[in-house]
């Protein structure tokens, strides 16, 4: 069963800067990536990244946020800037073994193992 441990949540205010890491221990699958679900909305996701370094983002995270991939650390992060109080959320962690997954837009339902979420709260 694989592990995903999210870290790096908490609060920020709007314009500033956080960054969320998430570990996968022995995960050999294609996909991984973040999401997050703000209250009363559906998970929704924000970015995922392949083995092979293909990207998808969200349209409203374009230009603020990077994912990136370390293997070798078994070790994805988000790097998120400029954020808004829209960005509000628990943010987690998801991995998928389709290798259509990041092709297909990273699709929540696709997702087969999930971190416990960290929480990302901006607010002045």
């Known amino acids: 069963q694989l592990q995903l441990a999210e870290s790096g949540g908490g609060l920020v205010q709007p314009g500033g800067s956080l960054r969320l890491s998430c570990t996968f221990p022995g995960w050999t699958g294609d996909a991984i990536g973040w999401f997050r679900q703000a209250p009363g909305k559906e998970r929704e996701v924000i970015s995922c990244?392949?083995?092979?370094?293909?990207?998808h983002y969200a349209d409203s995270v374009k230009g603020r946020f990077t994912i990136s991939r370390d293997d070798a650390r078994n070790t994805v992060t988000l790097q998120m800037n400029s954020l808004k109080p829209e960005d509000t959320a628990i943010y987690y962690c998801?991995?998928?073994?389709?290798?259509?997954?990041?092709?297909?837009?990273?699709?929540?339902?696709?997702?087969?193992?999930w971190g416990q979420g960290a929480q990302v709260t901006v607010s002045s």
């Open positions: 990244r392949s083995r092979g370094g293909r990207t």
């Open positions: 998801g991995a998928s073994s389709s290798g259509t997954f990041v092709l297909d837009r990273c699709p929540v339902r696709r997702v087969s193992s």
